[in-house]
């Protein structure tokens, strides 16, 4: 009912981005240091950034290599993020690449660089190197070095982030795609705090490679809200290797549909699982908006509701108080009426209608208001929204804000 399940033709399998043919990874992590590398030779690439007018070294050094639209090795580490470190930091970039480059015998142009951690300081690279060269000796093709590899980038993270599945395509053929990210905290559109390594084994051109990224972040990344802040280093990376000899583009130029809804499927996973892993979360929410004027409103209400403080603050303590969820939506700025909206809560197990159709039933004393809360006491909590003002919908999500946030965020950099 309330958990999203898979098109017939997704099949989710074990592991990450090794799960496909022709890819090795690894990574390595000492106290708040960590490295991760990508290795899928002569892959087609394409990427989203952030949209935070400051932005890191790596996220300008990238963005100018994978303009070619070819990229064979990802570097990714947590514990610095190289951001506002001037001209310093695109030349810990340009070290951070010759050293593997040297170690692998990959052209430089061809590998592309990430990080995330503390802004504002300089990368200690006496630090990094040795796990650059140890890293790049120990590459490997299995769910062990995948695992190595999300854990290494993981920085307020409590677990690793990992998805994969293969699809059957339109003409029967079947792809893979595998991914991996990081994010726990900073996280809010556009994207979210994050960065995120996706792999398929599918033919895509750069043009329709794009296409296929913009599509599944603007359902998934784009939706997931923690705290409302936006970090200066989010960055997602699509890499296509071919490996199945397999193209997803169609006769007529159109992106195959079932391709594009599983990768979609990848994306919201690990999109979910940032949510579910927020710094000091005890709480999942999802916000399904259904029959808003549009879908750009259903959007602004679906983030304008996972993103309240007060409603997040009321799922924490378990307090079924929907006036905040209502307060929400009239402020999102968007096409409703007070007399129509309906708004339910639910668990995995259970669900209940705490406004329909405009008529308010979760009073004191009802068996509305009794169901509600014993649903915010859930570890999922499911709101849904119907406005019935047009066909707009979205999902956004999220979690709850508890006194471990704080605490968290409060001894960040200490």
Not at 162 to 179: C, M, P, Q, R
Not at 250 to 263: H, S, V
Not at 272 to 293: H, I, P, Y
Not at 351 to 358: F, I, S, T, Y
Request: hydrophobic share 40%; with cysteine; aromatic share 6%.
């Amino acid at each position: 009912m309330t958990i999203n399940q898979f098109n017939k033709n997704i099949t989710k399998i074990n592991g990450g981005i090794c799960q496909i043919d022709g890819v090795k990874a690894n990574g390595f992590k000492k106290d708040k240091y960590g490295l991760s590398i990508i290795y899928a030779p002569n892959s087609t690439a394409t990427a989203v950034y952030t949209s935070n007018k400051i932005v890191a070294a790596p996220l300008n050094y990238t963005r100018e290599i994978i303009k070619d639209g070819k990229i064979s090795l990802i570097i990714a580490n947590s514990g610095n993020a190289n951001c506002f470190t001037g001209e310093q930091g695109i030349i810990d970039c340009e070290k951070t690449v010759k050293i593997a480059s040297e170690i692998l015998n990959i052209p430089e142009n061809e590998i592309a660089t990430a990080s995330t951690g503390v802004i504002g300081r300089k990368m200690p690279m006496d630090i990094f190197t040795p796990m650059i060269k140890k890293v790049s000796a120990e590459l490997e093709h299995s769910n062990e070095a995948s695992n190595n590899a999300a854990k290494a980038i993981m920085t307020t993270d409590t677990f690793p982030k990992e998805f994969a599945v293969e699809v059957t395509l339109e003409n029967g053929n079947k792809v893979h795609i595998g991914g991996m990210c990081k994010g726990s905290g900073m996280i809010a559109p556009n994207m979210a705090t994050m960065l995120c390594f996706l792999v398929t084994d599918a033919i895509i051109d750069k043009q329709h490679s794009q296409k296929v990224l913009n599509e599944a972040i603007k359902k998934s990344f784009n939706m997931v809200i923690v705290d409302g802040d936006e970090s200066t280093n989010d960055t997602a990376i699509l890499l296509a290797n071919g490996k199945s000899k397999s193209s997803i583009i169609k006769y007529d130029g159109t992106i195959d549909k079932n391709f594009q809804e599983a990768f979609n499927t990848v994306c919201i996973e690990l999109a979910k699982m940032m949510a579910r892993d927020g710094e000091g979360a005890t709480k999942f929410l999802q916000v399904n908006v259904d029959s808003a004027k549009n879908e750009e409103e259903a959007i602004k209400v679906a983030k304008t509701v996972v993103s309240s403080s007060l409603v997040k603050s009321a799922m924490f303590g378990g307090d079924p108080n929907w006036g905040r969820i209502i307060a929400a939506v009239g402020y999102s700025n968007t096409t409703m009426d007070p007399d129509k909206i309906t708004i339910s809560i639910a668990s995995d197990k259970d669900k209940v209608d705490l406004v329909r159709n405009g008529e308010i039933l979760a009073f004191e004393g009802t068996s509305y208001l009794d169901d509600a809360e014993k649903i915010v006491q859930a570890e999922n909590i499911y709101i849904f929204i119907e406005l019935y003002q047009g066909q707009g919908s979205a999902t956004s999500y999220g979690c709850d804000l508890t006194y471990d946030y704080v605490k968290i965020n409060a001894e960040y950099t200490t």
